[in-house]
């Protein structure tokens, strides 16, 4: 029986190669595509040479398209962290809507199934807690941090209206913060800026007084999640992340214990519409998936800082 196929966008980022990774492990031939603004190609080493993958040059904003028959479109292409988002607003929201566009056009033309990597910003600096799928959101559409929202939220509109239109198998992951071996230093996201910061010997940096509160989810979680999403017939959205919350202080005090640092802690100016509380309600990804994360956050942190000191 010939192996089942799927297509990337932005596999060569952290969440994309790691899903990538995993996908040839369990027999799946893969094409990623990527026009490396974000990516990094030496995410993808460790299986560029595995004749079941395939990388192209790709803006998938401008045009998709790839001979032969696909089973799956992963739309995972995306500028997630604050730092790239606010430098590229404009690239953000090409990607969120005509990427989206484009890799629907593409799961339509080929007849595959279509996943969203959607994400918990859908639902802004939230008033309800912890945030359910039914929650639609607290979000500023004209703030800095709307051209990473709001192209989501388009992203889902889309993706629902082709899903009822016109009849594609159509699945939404909602990504809750997200960590682990692979991330860039300069990622601009709270624990690589710590790890980095601290294996320096720099102060780390808080934004506000550290009382936000974020939920972790170590990568090789989050993978397993989107891998049952995407094998389940589930059309709506399901959140995936790590319910139990913590402070941006613990976190920094986490940090600094298990990389034996001596950096000071310095505080800063909270940005514009940053999210006061993060925590997901798995409840329907653990009864539609049977899924949750297992990997503690030390256990997680731990394994992160050791990649990092390599």
């Known amino acids: 029986m010939p192996k089942q196929s799927v297509l990337i966008t932005g596999g060569a980022g952290f969440i994309g190669a790691n899903l990538c990774q995993k996908l040839l492990a369990s027999g799946f031939r893969v094409i990623c595509l990527d026009n490396f603004i974000t990516g990094n190609r030496d995410n993808l080493v460790p299986f560029i040479k595995d004749k079941n993958f395939r990388l192209e040059a790709c803006n998938v904003s401008n045009y998709i398209d790839v001979p032969g028959k696909l089973d799956f479109v992963l739309h995972c292409a995306s500028l997630a ?185 310095v505080f800063r100016k909270l940005p514009q519409d940053d999210p006061q509380k993060r925590q997901p309600d798995i409840t329907r990804a653990k009864k539609i998936l049977h899924w949750e994360p297992i990997v503690p956050l030390e256990d997680g942190l731990a394994r992160t800082i050791s990649w990092f000191r390599g």
């Open 81 to 265: 962290s604050p730092k790239d988002y606010l430098e590229f607003p404009i690239q953000t929201l090409k990607v969120g809507s005509l990427g989206t566009h484009n890799a629907l056009g593409l799961a339509k033309k080929k007849k595959a199934v279509f996943v969203l990597f959607s994400t918990s910003e859908v639902y802004g600096d939230p008033l309800e807690h912890p945030q359910k799928e039914s929650y639609w959101g607290h979000v500023n559409s004209i703030g800095v941090r709307g051209c990473y929202d709001e192209s989501k939220r388009f992203a889902e509109a889309m993706t629902m209206a082709y899903h009822r239109v016109h009849k594609v198998d159509t699945r939404i992951a909602r990504i809750f913060n997200t960590y682990g071996p692979g991330m860039r230093p300069c990622d601009g996201r709270v624990i690589p800026n710590f790890i980095d910061q601290a294996l320096k010997g720099k102060p780390l940096t808080i934004y506000g007084k550290g009382r936000q509160t974020r939920s972790f989810c170590y990568i090789d979680d989050l993978a397993e999640g989107i891998f049952r999403l995407m094998l389940s017939r589930e059309n709506m959205p399901v959140n995936l992340g790590n319910p139990r919350e913590f402070t941006v202080w613990q976190l920094v005090k986490l940090v600094l214990k298990l990389t034996g640092s001596k950096s000071k802690v």
